[in-house]
C-alpha cells in the first residue's frame, strides 16, 4: 500500500469519528502526496465531496455528510484568519502550516454558493524548488530567444495563457536564472506564490488602495534593476511598465491572452501607441502545460494518414532548429497513455510540461505593427522569422514522446 493510500485511509477514517482538525490535515496531507495544486471542498445537496487537482485535472477522492461541513468551514476560516461569522461574502485568506517536514502554504478562498460554502485552497509547497527553463519545456529556438530577453537591461518581456498555464512559474524560473548579489530584483505580486532568497516580493493588497500601478510607481524609486509584476491587468499598469522599461529597467509580467501575437492586439486595445508598443516590449511568450506521459507505461498509438497529412500540414511554414532531430518527421510515431497506469502514475500520465510559442519583436514585426498589418499576417511574419507556434512545440513533444496528440489538441485548438 503506498503512503497516498495510507493518507487516505486515515482521511476516511476521520470522516467516521468526526474529527475536523484530521480531516484537515489529511486532506492536506493527501493533496502533497499525490502533487495536487488545489483542493476542492464542495457542497452538493446531500453531501460535501472533496476533489484534488492533479496536472490539471479535477479528481474526486472522497465524501462526508454535511453535518461536518460548518466545522471545515469555521477551523479553515480561523486558520487563515478569515471572519468566522461571515458567510454571506466570499474571502480570501492564506494557511502557512507544517506537514510532515514540509512547509506548506495555501491560499485559501470560500464562495457562498445555493447549498454552503465552498473552499478552494490552492497548494504552494515551499520545499519544492523552482524548476530551471529547460525542465519547464524550453527548448531549441525558443530557449534561446527567452534567455536573450532575459539578459537585457532594459525593456519588457511578457508571459501570455489562460489560468494555470504556467505563466507565474515561467516568471519564477527566469528570475532564478538572473537572480545575482548584482542585480536588485523587486516584484509586486497578488499573491505571492513563492518566496525567494535575494528578491524583494511585495504582496499587493488592492483592499486598501495598493495595486500594481501603485506598487510599479514605488518599485521605481527603489532602484531596480528588474521588476516583475504580477500581471498587467489595465492601462494604468502598462503605460508604468512602459515608461520603466524605457528608463533602463527590465520588467517581466503576465497578461491574459490565448497566443503571442494576441497579446499585442490586446495592448494595442489598451490604447497603447503603436511606436511605444515596439520600441519597449522585448519579447512575448504564449503557453500552456500538457501532461507527461508516463515513461514506464506509455504505449505506441496507431496514427491514422489523415492524422498524418494534418500534422505535416501544421509544418508548412517552419524552420528546423538546433538541436532538433528531423528524423522524427520522416517515421513519425506517437504515444497514447496507458489508461490503467501503473505503480508510478495516475492513469497515464505523470507531471507536466509546458508548450511554448515566443515571438521576438524583430524589425520585420516591428514594422508590421506599425503599419497597423492585422494579426493574422504578423503571425505569418513571425512564423517566416523563425516562431514554433504553440500547436508546433506541442506536436514536436508529442514526436518525441513527451506527451500525446490527445493532450496537445485539447489545448490548442485550431
Known amino acids: 500500500m503506498s503512503k497516498s493510500d495510507i493518507v487516505l485511509k486515515k482521511l476516511k477514517k476521520m470522516i467516521i469519528t468526526g474529527d475536523v482538525p484530521g480531516i484537515l490535515t489529511s486532506i492536506m496531507e493527501l493533496s502533497l502526496e499525490r502533487n495536487a495544486s488545489d483542493i476542492h471542498i464542495e457542497p452538493r445537496k446531500n453531501n460535501i465531496e472533496i476533489r484534488l487537482r492533479v496536472d490539471g485535472v479535477l479528481h474526486h477522492i472522497v465524501e462526508y455528510p454535511t453535518n461536518l461541513h460548518s466545522g471545515i468551514v469555521s477551523k479553515t476560516k480561523l486558520m487563515a484568519t478569515l471572519k468566522i461569522d461571515e458567510f454571506r461574502v466570499p474571502q480570501d485568506g492564506r494557511i502557512t502550516t507544517w506537514i510532515g517536514n514540509k512547509e506548506v502554504d495555501l491560499r485559501v478562498s470560500t464562495l457562498p454558493t445555493i447549498n454552503a460554502e465552498k473552499i478552494v485552497m490552492r497548494v504552494l509547497d515551499k520545499s519544492k524548488k523552482v524548476p530551471s527553463l529547460e525542465n519547464l519545456g524550453f527548448m531549441g529556438r525558443n530557449y534561446k530567444r527567452f534567455l536573450h530577453a532575459i539578459k537585457q537591461p532594459n525593456g519588457i518581456v511578457l508571459t501570455s495563457g489562460p489560468t494555470g498555464s504556467g505563466k507565474t512559474t515561467t516568471m519564477y524560473s527566469a528570475m532564478a536564472f538572473v537572480n545575482s548579489e548584482e542585480v536588485n530584483i523587486l516584484t509586486l505580486e497578488d499573491p505571492v506564490e513563492n518566496q525567494m532568497e535575494g528578491l524583494n516580493q511585495s504582496q499587493m493588497r488592492p483592499d486598501i488602495g495598493y495595486t500594481f500601478a501603485d506598487g510599479l510607481r514605488t518599485a521605481l524609486r527603489q532602484d531596480p534593476d528588474i521588476i516583475m509584476v504580477g500581471e498587467i491587468r489595465d492601462k494604468e499598469t502598462i503605460d508604468i511598465a ?19 501575437v494576441e497579446t499585442i492586439t490586446r495592448i494595442i486595445n489598451m490604447k497603447v501607441p503603436d511606436f511605444l508598443l515596439t520600441s519597449s516590449v522585448n519579447l512575448i511568450i504564449a503557453q500552456r502545460l500538457a501532461r507527461r506521459l508516463c515513461p514506464n507505461c506509455k504505449k505506441q498509438q496507431i496514427t491514422s494518414e489523415r492524422t498524418l497529412k494534418a500534422i505535416k500540414s501544421v509544418f508548412t511554414v517552419f524552420h528546423p532548429y538546433e538541436g532538433l532531430d528531423m528524423g522524427i518527421f520522416k517515421t513519425p510515431v506517437f504515444y497514447e497513455p496507458n489508461t490503467e497506469g501503473c505503480e508510478q502514475c495516475d492513469g497515464g500520465y505523470k ?27 504578423i503571425e505569418k511574419i513571425a512564423q517566416k522569422e523563425g516562431m514554433v507556434t504553440l500547436e508546433q512545440d506541442g506536436i514536436i513533444k508529442a514526436l518525441k514522446g513527451v506527451t500525446s496528440l490527445e493532450e496537445i489538441y485539447k489545448l490548442v485548438k485550431k
Open 242 to 260: 512602459i515608461e520603466a522599461s524605457l528608463t533602463g529597467h527590465l520588467v517581466l509580467s503576465t497578461i491574459h491572452t490565448n497566443s503571442a
Open 351 to 377: 507531471g507536466r510540461v509546458g508548450l511554448y510559442e515566443v515571438l521576438d519583436m524583430s524589425e520585420p514585426i516591428k514594422k508590421a505593427i506599425l503599419a497597423e498589418m492585422p494579426s493574422l499576417e
